[in-house]
T-cell receptor, first 113, second 115 residues
Framework: NAGVMQNPRHLVRRRGQEARLRCSPM?????VYWYRQLPEEGLKFMVY????????ESGMPKERFSAEFPKEGPSILRIQQVVRGDSAAYFC???????????FGPGTRLTVT | KQEVTQIPAALSVPEGENLVLNCSFT??????LQWFRQDPGKGLTSLLL?????REQTSGRLNASLDKSSGRSTLYIAASQPGDSATYLC??????????????FGKGTHLIIQP
């Protein structure tokens, strides 16, 4: 059973460009969570999704950030018009329906130049 | 708002020692608590999960305890090895019913085991 997969592992974007981060949960998992780890800071919750449904986006910045988990395909975290402060490691986690042990992917390290 | 604190922030000990990492949280109404390991530039590896109704969990040389009423958890590592060097993260999960918040993490304990 493959673990949580994230791609790309490293992403470089210039200021003003868009960043799209993808996450494929573990097989059989229907919950997806996104977290951000800023340099020298702890991991912060961003958003919790189930298929075709955003359950909790209380940790998402109000502007430029969006997330989706379509019926088919991976979950996508989208950052529009990136700024230097968006440079961070973005982690995705998944858990099975009705259970809340979270399994993390390797992360995507975003660098904004 | 839930806050998680880990003490110490960093720890360096000789190989073979037993050690304890501490985690405290401000809101005791947690659903579960997880301990993770993070190696530099890598993702998180789940070490142990303790449900709110449990007092401890063990896996190999690791033992995690939970005192929910006092808002504390400890991770005990027996007979430490250089390969245990990593950052250890404590995280709590609050189930809010209508939805579910994500994990709230501490800032971690950076552990170095000297050969």
């Amino acid at each position: 059973n493959a673990g949580v997969m994230q791609n790309p592992r490293h992403l470089v974007r210039r200021r003003g460009q868009e960043a799209r981060l993808r996450c494929s949960p573990m097989k059989g998992h229907s919950h997806v969570y996104w977290y951000r780890q800023l340099p020298e800071e702890g991991l912060k919750f961003m958003v919790y999704l189930q298929k075709e449904n955003i359950i909790d986006e209380s940790g998402m910045p109000k502007e430029r950030f969006s997330a989706e988990f379509p019926k088919e395909g991976p979950s996508i975290l989208r950052i529009q018009q990136v700024v230097r402060g968006d440079s961070a490691a973005y982690f995705c986690a998944s858990s099975p329906l009705g259970q809340y042990e979270q399994y993390f992917g390797p992360g995507t390290r975003l660098t904004v130049t | 708002k839930q806050e998680v604190t880990q003490i110490p922030a960093a720890l360096s000990v000789p190989e073979g020692e037993n050690l304890v990492l501490n985690c405290s949280f401000t809101d005791s109404a947690i659903y579960n608590l997880q301990w993770f390991r993070q190696d530099p530039g890598k993702g998180l590896t789940s070490l142990l999960l303790i449900q709110s109704s449990q007092r401890e969990q063990t896996s190999g040389r690791l033992n995690a305890s939970l005192d929910k009423s006092s808002g504390r958890s400890t991770l005990y590592i027996a007979a430490s090895q250089p390969g245990d060097s990593a950052t250890y993260l404590c995280a709590v999960f609050m189930y809010s019913g209508g939805g579910a918040d994500g994990l709230t993490f501490g800032k971690g304990t950076h552990l170095i085991i000297q050969p």
